[in-house]
């Protein structure tokens, strides 16, 4: 859960509506392939609910990781515009928020502040994974893993508030 919270806890409350109106909730089942390895993402997907599993190979034999509520997939894909190098694939009935490329794009073009926003909170994320990584495969320091660089703390906490934003309302529709 503490990923979308580096996410989310960049945007303001005004860019988290603004996702919850412009994106959609898509129920999936089990063994429903959410991205394809080496097909284009026109979407970015945060994971309300379920399991998600993380697939190098072709014939989704070996996960690589596990995805739950607060995971955000496609980020790659969004920000390189190459096709991903894995496949994401149901495990558990699950519960993602979609919102597309296009979609995105279009916000970023018209609202700068999104833009840097929503870049940023990209990188957060990405950071966070890379470390989280980096300390599984023994080379970070295990202590440090749930430490939070205090400029960024402010926004975690309302994070946690605008999830459950986007957990509310999609669990209405």
């Given at each position: 859960?503490?990923?979308v919270l580096f996410f989310l806890g960049q945007l303001n409350d005004r860019d988290v509506e603004w996702m919850i109106?412009?994106?959609?909730?898509?129920?999936?089942?089990?063994g429903y392939t959410l991205i394809n390895k080496g097909e284009s993402v026109d979407s970015l997907f945060i994971v309300l609910s379920g399991q998600l599993s993380v697939f190098s190979d072709s014939n989704n034999r070996d996960s690589i990781a596990k995805l739950e509520a607060g995971e955000i997939v496609g980020e790659m894909s969004f920000l390189e515009s190459r096709p991903p190098s894995v496949s994401v694939v149901v495990t558990g009935p699950s519960v993602v928020y979609q919102i597309s490329r296009d979609t995105i794009s279009t916000r970023m073009a018209e609202n700068p502040e999104f833009r840097s926003n929503f870049y940023y909170?990209?990188?957060l994320f990405l950071s966070n994974r890379l470390r989280k990584t980096t300390d599984q495969l023994g080379y970070g320091n295990p202590e440090e893993e749930d430490l939070i660089d205090t400029n960024v703390l402010d926004g975690v906490?309302?994070?946690?508030?605008?999830?459950?934003q986007i957990l509310h309302r999609f669990s209405e529709v």
């Amino acid at each position: 859960m503490k990923r979308v919270l580096f996410f989310l806890g960049q945007l303001n409350d005004r860019d988290v509506e603004w996702m919850i109106h412009n994106g959609n909730k898509l129920e999936l089942p089990v063994g429903y392939t959410l991205i394809n390895k080496g097909e284009s993402v026109d979407s970015l997907f945060i994971v309300l609910s379920g399991q998600l599993s993380v697939f190098s190979d072709s014939n989704n034999r070996d996960s690589i990781a596990k995805l739950e509520a607060g995971e955000i997939v496609g980020e790659m894909s969004f920000l390189e515009s190459r096709p991903p190098s894995v496949s994401v694939v149901v495990t558990g009935p699950s519960v993602v928020y979609q919102i597309s490329r296009d979609t995105i794009s279009t916000r970023m073009a018209e609202n700068p502040e999104f833009r840097s926003n929503f870049y940023y909170a990209l990188a957060l994320f990405l950071s966070n994974r890379l470390r989280k990584t980096t300390d599984q495969l023994g080379y970070g320091n295990p202590e440090e893993e749930d430490l939070i660089d205090t400029n960024v703390l402010d926004g975690v906490a309302q994070a946690g508030s605008r999830f459950g934003q986007i957990l509310h309302r999609f669990s209405e529709v």
